[in-house]
Each structure stands twice: as structure tokens, then as C-alpha cells.
């Protein structure tokens, strides 16, 4: 049947993808559960109010000095979630490899995001997992 499949997509112009490409959809595959598994997680995080609040504002206020819109900001206990409005895809992306991000981090300890696939090329939102 694979033989059958790659006669078709030659037909049609298409290419079947390489096995290195395939690697790399399914390594970015587990990085998307991975980050699903960590929303999950700070969704079941009981809410310590002070630093929550804490957590919350740090990261509004160096989202505004950066230029980032903080559309939305939970913490909990452990973590925050914050989700980043960008003009674009591209835009978020840039963002989350400049050091314009780190100063995001100041005061926390790490973050974790796995950008998802674009739905259009406008806005874009990226979900941002960050440790106390």
C-alpha cells in the first residue's frame, strides 16, 4: 500500500515526506502533548492567592515594558500560564527566541512553550507555562 500511496503523491506532484521530516513531526507532536500535559497540570494547581497575585502582575507589568500583550494571566501555586498576543505567527515565534523574552522570567524560574499551529496569518496566541 505504500508503494501504491507514493505513485499517487508523485502523480499529484506531491512529495512523500522524507524520514527525517517525519522525525521531526513526531518529536513535535510529543512537545504539543507534553505542553498540554503542563496546562492540565497547572488547571488542577490549587490557587496560593497571594502569590498568584503576585505572580500575576510581575508578568503583566514586563509583558507592557516588553511591548507583549498579556491577553490572559492564571497563576496558581507552582506555575502561571500566561497567554501572548502577537501581530503574526512569525511575530510570536521571533519573540519567544529573543532575550526580550527572558525578561518575562525575572523572578521565576523557568518556562516552558510549545508554539501551536497557526490558524491564520494574523493575531497569533502562544500559551507560555512559567515556574515559581
Not at 3 to 14: F, H, I, N, S, T
Not at 20 to 36: G, S
Not at 57 to 71: Q, T
Request: aromatic share 4%; charged share 30%; with cysteine.
Amino acid at each position: 500500500m505504500n508503494e501504491l500511496e507514493d505513485k499517487v503523491q508523485a502523480l499529484e506532484g506531491r512529495v512523500a515526506p522524507t524520514e527525517r521530516e517525519q522525525e521531526k513531526r513526531a518529536h513535535y507532536e510529543r512537545e504539543l502533548a507534553t505542553q498540554e500535559a503542563r496546562l492540565a497540570d497547572h488547571d488542577r494547581e490549587e490557587v496560593d492567592a497571594a502569590w498568584s497575585s503576585t505572580g500575576a502582575e510581575r508578568l503583566r507589568s514586563a509583558a507592557d515594558k516588553v511591548g507583549v500583550v498579556a491577553r490572559a494571566v492564571d497563576c496558581r501555586s507552582r506555575t502561571c500560564v500566561a497567554s501572548l498576543r502577537f501581530p503574526s505567527p512569525e511575530a510570536g515565534l521571533t519573540f519567544l527566541r529573543s532575550p526580550q523574552m527572558s525578561k518575562l522570567l525575572v523572578g521565576f524560574s523557568s518556562m516552558t512553550s510549545t508554539p501551536t499551529p497557526p490558524t491564520s496569518p494574523g493575531d497569533y496566541d502562544l500559551s507560555v507555562v512559567i515556574d515559581r
